[in-house]
């Protein structure tokens, strides 16, 4: 499998939450996100086939991914 590489920028504020959490589950800050992407990824594929599990209090997860489930829709 080949390996794609990007560049993402970060607040400051959200680096700092980030490094607080990797040094908690032991892991470096870039392998911190690279589980979340990982999981995100793992979830909008699950979602798509109907089976979504509900994913929520993951505070990092809504950074980056566009699917909120912790938010309601507005009705018309």
């Known amino acids: 499998m080949s390996k794609k590489r990007f560049t993402i920028e970060i607040n400051t504020s959200i680096l700092k939450e980030l490094e607080r959490r990797a040094t908690k589950e032991f892991l470096s800050v870039r392998e911190l996100i690279e589980d979340i992407i990982r999981r995100s990824a793992v979830t909008s594929k699950a979602r798509r086939r109907g089976t979504a599990p509900r994913i929520k209090g ?12 912790y938010k309601k829709r507005k009705k018309k």
């Open 58 to 69: 993951e505070k990092f997860i809504q950074y980056f991914s566009r699917y909120q489930p």
